[in-house]
C-alpha cells in the first residue's frame, strides 16, 4: 500500500513546499485535498510550465492543478492500466464513495519491464576533451570521459540513457589523452558508433562545438561528459521544437538554506524582521543542451570560447533561448571528488 500522505497537499500550500513533496515521493505527482477528499492533481510538468511562464513559488499550488483529475473507484481499479494507456498518465488515485483517496496506483509499479521511450533518433554529442582538473589525481592517470562509475564509465552511462531513446549517433570531441579514449572505445565490446572529433588545441566548450560546422545539419543534444540527467528527453525535444529555440538549456532548480535565523534592519539599525533560516532557489545549467545549426555559426573559428559566452551572444542578437527545468533530484554531476561519491550512491553502486 502506498504511504498516501507522501502524495497529498492541503490547498494553501505554496508550490515551493509542493515542490519539495515531489521531491520526497519521486514520483512526478501530488494532489491537492482538503482532509483526504480529491481537489485537483500537480504533476512536475505544472510546476514547471508555471516557473517558465514567469510564475512564483509561494503561490498556492491549487492554482496551478488540474481540478477534473482522472481517478478510480474501488471497485474498478482493474481498469488502471487501461485508463493509464488512454489517459497518457503515470498514476491515478483511488476513491473510496465520499471522494477521499484510499491509495495511489502507479504505472511503473504495474509493469513488468520499463515503459517503453519514445524513439527520438537525433544524435548526440558529448563534450570530452577536457583535463579534468577538478577529479585529480584520478584525471592524471584516466582521461575524465573514462571515469568509473561503477562497471562503466561515466560516458557510457550518458550513452546509455540517450540509447534508450533511439540517439544511438555520438560525436565525441576530444582532446586531453584522446589516444586514450578512443582506443578504449574502438577495443571495446560495446560496438557502439561514435565519431571522434580531434581538437589540435583546447579550445573550450564553445570553440569544440565550432569544429561539427560541416556535420550537424539538424537538431542534436549536447551533453558535458561528467554529468547524467534523468528527464524526458522527449518531453526536452518537444519545448525546444515549440519554442523555436536557437538553443535550450536544461537547468536545475537548486535550493539552499541558510542554517540561522537572519536578521533585517533599517538604516538605523533597528530590527525590522526575523527570518528563521531562510531558504533560496536558483536554477543552475546542468550541462546538457539541445542545439540547433545556427548556434554554430555564432561560434567564432579558431577561436578560444565557453558555451555559455556564445550563448550570451546569442542573447544579446535576439535569438530565442529557452531554458527546460528539472527537479535537482534529476541531476547527477561528478565534477568534483565528493560530487563522484553522491553520484555512485545514487545509482546505487559500492564505493
Known amino acids: 500500500m502506498v504511504e498516501i500522505e507522501l502524495f497529498v497537499v492541503g490547498k494553501g500550500t505554496s508550490i515551493k513546499d509542493g515542490m519539495r513533496k515531489i521531491g520526497e515521493n519521486n514520483k512526478g505527482v501530488i494532489f491537492v485535498c482538503e482532509g483526504r477528499k480529491l481537489c485537483s492533481c500537480v504533476t512536475d510538468g505544472d510546476i ?3 516557473l517558465l511562464g514567469g510564475g512564483g513559488l509561494l503561490e498556492d499550488i ?3 492543478g488540474n481540478e477534473h483529475p482522472v481517478y478510480l473507484t474501488v471497485r474498478d481499479q482493474e481498469r488502471a492500466e487501461k ?3 488512454e489517459k497518457g498518465i503515470t498514476a491515478i488515485p483511488v476513491l473510496d464513495h465520499r471522494g477521499r483517496i484510499t491509495d495511489i496506483l502507479f504505472w511503473r509499479d504495474r509493469q513488468a519491464g520499463p515503459k517503453r521511450k519514445p524513439f527520438l ?3 548526440l554529442v558529448i563534450m ?6 577538478r577529479l585529480k589525481p584520478y584525471t592524471d592517470i584516466l582521461p575524465k570521459p573514462l571515469i568509473p562509475v561503477g562497471d562503466r564509465t561515466i560516458t557510457e552511462h550518458i550513452m546509455e540513457r540517450f540509447k534508450s531513446y533511439g540517439c544511438e549517433n555520438v560525436t565525441m570531441i576530444v582532446n586531453y589523452k584522446k589516444d586514450f579514449i578512443k582506443a578504449y572505445f574502438n577495443d571495446h565490446e560495446s560496438n557502439r558508433n561514435i565519431t571522434f572529433i580531434e581538437e589540435q588545441e583546447y579550445l573550450g566548450t564553445g570553440g569544440g562545438l565550432k569544429l561539427l560546422g560541416n556535420i550537424m545539419h539538424g537538431t542534436f543534444f549536447m551533453s558535458n561528459c561528467d554529468i547524467l540527467i534523468d528527464a524526458d528527453y522527449a518531453e526536452i525535444l518537444k519545448y525546444h521544437k ?4 536557437i538553443i535550450t538549456l536544461v537547468g536545475a532548480k537548486k535550493r539552499f538554506e541558510i542554517p540561522y535565523g537572519t536578521i533585517m534592519t533599517d538604516k538605523k539599525g533597528n530590527v525590522t524582521k526575523l527570518q528563521e533560516k531562510p531558504g533560496f532557489a536558483f536554477s543552475i545549467n546542468t550541462g546538457l543542451y539541445l542545439i540547433e545549426p545556427d548556434f554554430l555559426e555564432r561560434i567564432p573559428d579558431g577561436t578560444f570560447i565557453h558555451i555559455t559566452d556564445v550563448i550570451d551572444d546569442c542573447i544579446r542578437r535576439g535569438d530565442k533561448v529557452g ?3 528539472i527537479e535537482d533530484e534529476c541531476f547527477m554531476d561528478m565534477g568534483q571528488m565528493d560530487e563522484l561519491e553522491k553520484m555512485k550512491r545514487r545509482l546505487h553502486i559500492e564505493a
Open 128 to 133: 570530452a576533451g577536457g583535463k579534468g582538473e
Open 83 to 85: 485508463l493509464m494507456i
Open 62 to 64: 491549487a492554482s496551478i
Open 242 to 245: 515549440e519554442a523555436g529555440n
Open 323 to 325: 531554458s527546460f527545468l
Open 48 to 50: 514547471r510550465r508555471h
Open 121 to 123: 533518433g537525433i544524435p
